[in-house]
């Protein structure tokens, strides 16, 4: 079984859709830099050869502006981890759909739960 296999099948139609604007956001990178620095041996990521890869594969990335930071303040107190809340955020601020496998957040925060 292939990663787009295991995706819901609405998601993997998200993913599939020429018309559907992929992005990453530099909070991602951001996040995995850090984890990565941190030396864990269940984290091997390289931040810079992910988004050589993301970027390669036709993504757009997307920057942090003063507006996403702002927006951050109108969340609800339940989002406690400031990479979450700037990516929330983001995705408010864009009208965008949150993509993420992160089993924490509520089911409302994103699209896909595995």
Do not use: N, Y
């Not at 955020?89 to 739960?113: I, M, N, Y």
């Amino acid at each position: 079984m292939t990663r787009t296999e295991r995706l819901p099948t609405a998601v993997a139609g998200l993913l599939a859709d020429p018309a559907q604007p992929l992005v990453l956001s530099v909070v991602s990178l951001w996040e995995v830099a850090i984890k990565s620095s941190l030396g864990r041996a269940d984290f091997q990521v390289e931040a810079a050869a992910l988004r050589l890869s993301l970027l390669g594969q036709g993504l757009r990335e997307l920057p942090v502006r003063a507006e996403h930071a702002l927006a951050v303040q109108h969340l609800p107190w339940i989002h406690r981890k400031p990479f979450d809340c700037l990516l929330m955020v983001q995705d408010q601020v864009e009208g965008l759909r949150l993509l993420s496998a992160d089993r924490t957040r509520r089911p409302t925060d994103h699209l896909w739960k595995p």
